[in-house]
């Protein structure tokens, strides 16, 4: 297992139009969250789920954007109807919880861009 | 809202220790501090984390006052590949939604 796992890395999308990313967490992870990171600031939480139940969602997770993680194990986030304020880095993180560590360790992440 | 301070810059020469300083005056007994790096283009990578105890590791030592109201990150001889932004972090072990400042950003220098 190599860690967390982003796909695609890059995606340019035409406003209006739907986009999915995918989120391959480390594999005996249970918990894994979503992460949104515009330029020149640190990552913004958006959601978590702790194996495949949505625990939190941030008031930045607006009805455009749905999560889900149906087996526990890959995430996928959905963005409906794009907006160009949606341009972003979208982070995947994920960590164990059943010990003290606890740590996150993300992925690469999906730099998407609205046009 | 972040729960910690830090200074925005920082520079470090090469093979030289840096000491990258936070301010957490507000953290609850059940807190740790974490502390992430985010070289440019990548996602954040974890550090090091502790709750009162000085702790390190291959990476770095994490200095934490008695009072627990500040800490220290010091990487002992930086490379250039040391630099990054250095965010400071506190949360709650059992639910690890961090939430992330602005943190530092460290400049080493030949």
């Known amino acids: 297992d190599t860690g967390v796992s982003q796909n695609p890395r890059h995606k340019i999308t035409k406003r209006g139009q739907n986009v999915t990313f995918r989120c391959d967490p480390i594999?005996?992870?249970?918990?894994l969250y979503w992460y949104r990171q515009t330029l020149g600031q640190g990552p913004e939480f958006l959601t978590y789920?702790?194996?495949?139940?949505?625990?939190?969602k941030s008031r930045l997770l607006s009805d455009r954007f749905s999560a889900e993680r149906p087996k526990g194990s890959f995430s996928t986030l959905e963005i409906q109807r794009t907006e160009q304020g949606d341009s972003a880095m979208y982070l995947c993180?994920?960590?164990?919880?059943?010990?003290?560590?606890?740590?996150?360790?993300f992925g690469q992440g999906t730099r998407l861009t609205v046009v | 809202d972040a729960k910690t301070t830090q200074p925005p810059s920082m520079d470090c020469a090469e093979g030289r220790a840096a000491n990258l300083p936070c301010n957490h005056s507000?953290?609850?007994?059940?807190?740790?501090v974490y502390w992430y790096r985010q070289i440019h283009s990548q996602g954040p990578q974890y550090i090091i984390h502790?709750?009162?105890n000085n702790e390190t590791n291959e990476m770095a030592s994490l200095i934490i006052t008695e009072d627990r109201k500040s800490s220290t990150l010091i990487l002992p001889h930086a490379t250039l590949r040391d630099t990054a932004v250095y965010y400071c972090?506190?949360?709650?072990?059992?639910?690890?939604?961090?939430?992330f400042g602005t943190g530092t950003r460290l400049l080493v220098s030949p």
């Open positions: 594999s005996e992870h249970n918990r």
């Open positions: 502790g709750l009162k």
């Open positions: 972090i506190v949360g709650d072990t059992g639910f690890q939604k961090l939430v």
């Open positions: 507000t953290i609850s007994g059940n807190e740790y």
């Open positions: 993180a994920s960590s164990y919880s059943e010990d003290s560590r606890t740590e996150a360790f």
């Open positions: 789920f702790q194996n495949e139940a949505q625990l939190e």
